[in-house]
């Protein structure tokens, strides 16, 4: 049987859908064109565009009247489809990573934990403490709780942090998510 290692690729971007030339259906049209705008018929706006050599494109479908443009088609979609990358681009996706605790942490290794999760924080990531407890630990949840409460205000020493939502029990994990505020 294939493995389908690309089955979760995203979309590279989205743009809009725009009505052109004879699929805008309003009667009544708001024409921008040269620097003016003109309200007009769809059929002398059609003529208008066809004598320029060029598009007529809706832009804004939902004012009243719906608002086009009469420009090529081409060079405007490829202007949309720059714009949309530079806004995925611009947009940064924000991962959880996790920090994993335990009850017999000694200093040494916090230190370490405590370093790595103010690395996490700088790049802007969200950071997940958690404690896996097993066995008689189960017993001692509240000291769990107190491990967790006192990594986290060592945190707040180097940032301003709010942790977000309540300490969580998820069977024999405890965890808590604690973000930067920006």
Known sequence: MRIHRHRHR???FSIPH????EKITATELRVVHEGKSDVMSR???LELA???GLDLIEISPKAQPPVCKIMDFGSFKYQKEKEAKQQRAASKEVEIK???LSFRIGENDIAVRRKQALKFLSKGHKVRIEMILRGREKAHRGRAAEIIKTFASSLKEEYDIRIEGDMKTVGNRMQTIVA???
């Not at 725009?18 to 030339?21: D, G, I, L, Q, W």
Request: aromatic share 6%; charged share 30%; net charge positive.
């Open 50 to 52: 066809q004598e320029a």
């Open 18 to 21: 725009f009505n052109v030339n």
């Open 43 to 45: 059929d002398a706006a």
């Open 180 to 182: 930067r505020v920006s």
């Open 10 to 12: 995203k979309a590279k």
């Open 98 to 100: 996790g920090i994993r």
